[in-house]
């Protein structure tokens, strides 16, 4: 069946509009009238934007042509099974530290696999689709403010998501953990999952979350979260993409910055087939801080992108940006980071540096910062590099009697870790390292 | 001298870069278990080269000769192997390893070896007991050691590390290349302290360097002169005080005359 549309359709949207025509009438029956229509304006958006093309710069280095020819519609609308595969993911991936724990599987909130109860006052959390409803002051405000861009894969979220998780933090409320957010896939094909995810980070709050994607099967995640930051709000985010080895990962992260906030940013991307992590900061308050970090490790026929937007909107901004990749096999991985400094936003202090490790003659790195400023008076820089590991580390190593194998492996550990040592909680930089570790053993085999 | 075979035996050496270039034309030298050599002479002479053919460092062609080290065909172990089978080589300038801690390192360094004579490995404190003894022989604190690999020292600072994981490594033969430059005088003495202590009957030092300087506080049994890569001079340690009295051009143009 297809539905009657009076807009421009993208021969590849047809498919996802027929879907969205035919499916989950529980849920549209449910669903407030608001979120119906904000769904059916982005499904119109979707269809006349299409998939990016490989023109738009942003999606330069991503091959989605598979995508293109074989459409991954949404999951169905079962409720999440934890059966024992999951349980055994969820053991393998899971922080072994403290934390409330929110678990998403096959794209909605498993409240038995969770572990919530305890939070201080003043602090929600809790799964998207349950927050439509329960806490339509937040869910709505948020979720409604407008897709200023063309942003296609944003669009199909939006009218798609069937879940994903909701953080308020009311003002001067320090969390004393992180929040683990796992978003498991329990092994379906050829579907996808859509989630939408809000944190809202009031004034002079403290928090910390862990995001982390994996999952079985073959399935395209297509996630979006939202942060925004009150006044003096200080927020961290590290995400951890371990998807599964034929998974494609698309994720979206956009954080908008009140006066005096701090984020801290961190992405780790170490499974999946192709995995794309976008992340956009506006800086909308004076003096804020941004620290945006990450690295991506790949072998076999993996891709990887990072794409970082940093806007700089108001005076006083400070933003810090350490970037390493690592590709070997065929792997093919790229880094564009644009910081842009608006007129009148003077004494910005922005630096970027992408540092990228080629490990073999068939893999590849692209890197492409991008400034622009129309300030006079600020401090931009930035660094690329793309290389091999260096031979006369390698000697001495050998010279020390360190075989050649575990050498590599000591100088590929060492070069993420000095990205990852960035993350300032020392439990969750000693998760990340240990998932390193792990994905490191496989790394040249 | 005992009749046992020496440790290394070099003969007539040659080596060449790539770019077709002889950098060491033949060289014979021969160190006994016990013996501290000096091999001296100037800039350019092949100094460097030999100690770097020696532990193994890629882009030299050997196109002649031999080296026998405990028996065994040198050329024919990677230069991993070579450091497991005890020779160990300081460089003149140490490597700067960002993210690899200078612990975590020494440690790997020391199990690769135990592991190729058979022996278990260290664990953390075993190791770090080890690594004390150590350190106040060269005068070391225990921050340099949670630093990574060389990143941020001082020139005096490498050099120290650099005998103080000959310490911990305790090779059979160690080849000490330049380890005095850049040394200002209360370094130098550190460093000649340390090695001293670590001479021993079943251990043999080679000293490379330019200068006699090292040589007044490490004691030679014999001094060799290295000119156009070719050995032109042998004797006791006298012959480093004549040298520097003399200089290198004197014999140089000896050399040529001949």
């Given amino acids: ?445 | 001298m005992t009749a046992a075979a020496p440790m290394l035996e070099i003969s007539n050496l040659h080596a060449r870069l790539a770019d077709g270039r002889e950098i060491l034309r033949g060289i014979d030298l021969s160190v006994n278990s016990g013996e501290v050599h000096a091999i001296m002479g100037p800039n350019g002479s092949g100094k460097s080269t030999l100690a770097a053919v020696l532990a193994g460092r890629d882009g030299y062609e050997m196109s002649e000769g031999t080296v026998t080290y405990l028996g065994r065909d040198l050329f024919a172990m990677p230069a991993e192997e070579r450091a497991r089978e005890g020779l160990f080589l300081a460089f003149q300038y140490p490597v700067e390893i960002p993210g690899v801690n200078n612990m975590y390192f020494l440690r790997a360094a020391i199990n690769a070896q135990r592991r190729h004579r058979g022996e278990p490995e260290l664990d953390a404190g075993q190791f770090l007991r080890a690594v004390r003894a150590k350190l106040k022989l060269l005068d070391i604190g225990e921050d340099l050691l949670q630093r990574a690999v060389n990143v941020g020292f001082s020139g005096g600072e490498k050099k120290r590390n650099e005998i103080f994981q000959m310490a911990m490594l305790e090779p059979r033969l160690a080849i000490l290349d330049e380890t005095d430059s850049g040394l200002d005088i209360d370094a130098l003495k550190v460093v000649a302290r340390g090695v001293n202590q670590q001479r021993a009957p079943d251990r043999a030092i080679v000293m490379i360097t330019h200068y006699q300087r090292l040589l007044g506080y490490v004691e030679p049994d014999r001094v060799h002169v290295l000119q156009g890569g070719r050995i032109v001079e042998c004797g006791d340690k006298d012959l480093a005080v004549e040298l520097e009295r003399r200089g290198y051009g004197l014999l140089g143009d000896a050399t040529a005359a001949e």
């Fill in chain 1, 1 to 445: 069946m297809s539905a009657v549309v009076d807009f421009p359709v993208k021969p590849e949207a047809r498919p996802y509009l027929d879907a969205f025509g035919s499916g989950d009438p529980g849920r549209r029956a449910r669903e407030p009238d608001w979120l119906a229509g904000y769904r059916g304006r982005s499904l119109a958006r979707f269809a006349e934007l299409g998939f990016p093309s490989r023109h738009s710069e942003a999606w330069r280095y991503l091959d989605l042509r598979a995508l293109e020819q074989t459409p991954m519609l949404p999951a169905g609308a079962a409720r999440p099974v934890a059966g024992e595969a999951t349980r055994a993911q969820l053991a393998v991936v899971g922080f072994a530290g403290a934390a409330y724990r929110l678990v998403l599987v096959d794209g909605r909130f498993s409240p038995e696999l969770s572990a919530i109860e305890g939070l201080p006052s003043g602090v929600w959390l809790g799964g998207m689709a349950a927050a439509v409803t329960e806490r339509p002051d937040l869910a709505r405000s948020a979720i409604e403010a407008p897709l200023e861009t063309a942003r296609p894969f944003a669009a199909l979220n939006a009218a798609f998501f069937a879940d994903g998780f909701v953080l308020d933090i009311a003002p001067g409320v320090a969390l004393d953990r992180p929040v683990e957010i796992i978003h498991l896939a329990s092994g379906g094909t050829g579907s996808s999952l859509h989630t939408r995810s809000l944190v809202m980070a009031g004034a002079g709050s403290r928090a910390s979350i862990l995001e982390t994607f994996a999952g079985h099967g073959s399935y395209w995640r297509n996630d979006v979260v939202e942060l925004r930051l009150a006044t003096g709000a200080e927020f961290a985010r590290v995400g951890l993409v371990e998807e599964a080895p034929d998974a494609l990962h698309i994720g979206e992260m956009l954080a908008v910055l009140g006066p005096a906030s701090r984020i801290a940013s961190f992405v780790l991307l170490l499974g999946g087939r192709t995995v794309r992590h976008e992340a956009t900061v506006q800086s909308q308050g004076e003096a804020t801080h941004c620290a945006l970090h990450g690295a991506f490790v790949l072998s076999g026929r993996q891709e990887a992108n990072i794409v970082t937007t940093v806007d700089h909107a108001a005076p006083g901004g400070e933003t810090r940006e350490v970037f390493k990749g690592v590709a070997a096999g065929r792997a093919h991985g790229a880094f564009q980071g644009r910081i842009t400094v608006r007129p009148g936003a003077q004494k910005v202090d922005a630096h970027q540096l992408s540092r990228n490790l080629v490990l073999s003659p068939r893999a590849a790195i692209d890197t492409k910062p991008e400034l622009e400023i129309y300030a006079d008076d600020v401090k931009c820089s930035h660094g690329a590099a793309v290389g091999d590991l260096d031979e006369a580390a390698l000697f001495y190593l050998a010279t020390r009697g360190i075989g050649r194998k575990e050498a590599r492996h000591m100088l590929i550990e060492a070069f993420v870790r000095e990205a990852v040592e960035l993350v300032g909680s020392p439990q969750l930089r000693e998760h990340l390292l240990s998932r390193l570790a792990r994905r490191l053993a496989m790394l040249e085999e």
